[in-house]
């Protein structure tokens, strides 16, 4: 390939870069949905094509080459499989399983505070009950008693208090 040949190519890639970027972006933005990943593909779009073209490739309709290309680019993203190391992991959010030593100290401290509940004045227990071993919302026990959800939020949060303050006091078992 001669230096007018090069010249002449690179005039062909950028005319179809300026005609054909913003659309190549917002494919690759509709099949990603994350902005610089969808840039990049783009980019190495025309990378790609630039090399093929280099190598002495013949484009019949550059429009329909390029976004060819970026399909196959993006497709072969999500083909790859992913490995990723634990450390990573770790820096990404991912906790790694509770040791069990760890689960069966949540679950005796747990039954502790349930145990508690029959130490609280009657008009909090009832509420505790409900609302921390049947799991039962607002509305739901607001049904149940006949209060409203703001007097039964008020009642649950002076009960966890006080259970939080008798918690304190108790030897650990």
Known sequence: ???KQEVKMKDILTLAH????????ARAFFKVSDR?????F????FIKTWSYLLKGGKIDIMKAFLYHVLDNLIVDQYRKHKTSSLDFLIEKGFEPA?????????LLDGKKALLLI?????????????RYVQDLTLKE???????????????????LEII????KKTPAV
């Open 1 to 3: 390939m001669n230096k």
């Open 18 to 25: 300026h005609d054909y970027e913003k659309g190549l972006n």
């Open 36 to 40: 610089a990943t969808s840039q990049d």
């Open 42 to 45: 783009v980019q190495n779009t």
């Open 98 to 106: 509770v040791e069990e030593e760890e689960r069966i100290f949540n």
């Open 118 to 130: 029959a130490h609280i004045p009657k008009k909090y227990q009832k509420i505790m009950r409900m």
């Open 141 to 159: 026990m607001s049904l149940i008693t006949g209060q409203s959800k703001n007097t039964i939020s008020v009642q649950a949060h002076r009960g």
């Open 164 to 167: 939080k303050s008798l918690y």
